[in-house]
């Protein structure tokens, strides 16, 4: 079965020909109709990563994050009244109330893939012109929020705070705010790596906290990468990215 080769790959994924051959046996078990819901959005968890960690070029990060959004919304479309909606003339974020429980990972990742693509591939002006890209992922992060609060250990408190750090300050964005929904964060979900990380990596590096910044990445490369709340490639990429930036921290901090 291509959906169980899939799954025994991702337990030790590590580097950027193991997740495309991963996403290759996702593809494989939709083509034969295997789980396709877990296989969709799978597959736009692991689009999102290789255009975070495994992207040699913004070309290529568009690429990956693009491939991300489509597969999250093909999952979220296996739902046949939200795909009705949407056929009609609705929105994702308009229609998010018709997804259940089954369709939250879809919904994640499918906003999480549209921060980075906002916070990285787009320029200080085109933010400032795409505000309503983030704006609009709101109700789906309330959705996420009304059927599983504690999804994926606290990331909706993640990208809301990324959220907070990434829109400019006249549109609602706080780096006050941000740290208190990293903390929220890191309280229901202490084994992920990505929150210590991400608060180094979006916020202590932009607020000038040195000390909270190499606290939070020695951590990270303290933690065993197989045992962490998130998926084994996504450790090793936030271990690899807080070596780093640890070794940039004398540049960071002037």
């Not at 000038?208 to 020695?218: R, T, V």
């Not at 998926?231 to 540049?251: C, G, R, S």
Request: proline fraction near 3%; glycine fraction near 8%.
């Amino acid at each position: 079965m291509s959906i169980k080769k899939a799954l025994e790959l991702e337990k030790v994924a590590a580097t950027k020909s193991d997740i495309l051959a991963m996403i290759g046996f996702f593809k494989k078990a939709i083509e034969l109709n295997e789980e396709t819901l877990l296989a969709h959005w799978k597959i736009g968890q692991y689009s999102l990563l290789l255009g975070a960690g495994h992207a040699e070029s913004k070309a290529e990060k568009k690429q990956f994050y693009n491939n991300s959004i489509d597969y999250c919304e093909r999952a979220m479309k296996l739902n046949p009244e939200f795909a009705k909606a949407l056929d009609a003339g609705s929105t994702i974020w308009g229609s998010a109330g018709l997804l259940e429980n089954e369709h939250v990972d879809a919904m994640g990742f499918w906003y999480t893939a549209r921060c980075y693509y906002f916070k990285e591939c787009l320029s200080t002006i085109g933010r400032i012109f795409n505000v309503k890209m983030m704006v609009t992922n709101d109700p789906v992060i309330r959705r996420i929020d009304e059927l599983n609060p504690n999804w994926e250990g606290g990331g909706n408190f993640l990208s809301k705070a990324i959220y907070y750090i990434a829109i400019p300050k006249k549109f609602g964005g706080s780096k006050e705010n941000a740290a208190i929904e990293f903390e929220k964060a890191i309280e229901i979900g202490p084994t992920y790596l990505v929150h210590r990380w991400g608060r180094a990596k979006y916020l202590s590096s932009i607020t000038g906290n040195k000390e909270l910044y190499i606290s939070d990445l020695e951590w990270v490369l303290e933690q065993n990468p197989s045992t962490g709340g998130n998926p084994h490639a996504w450790n090793v990429y936030f271990q690899n990215q807080a070596k780093e930036m640890l070794a940039e921290t004398d540049k960071i901090f002037k």
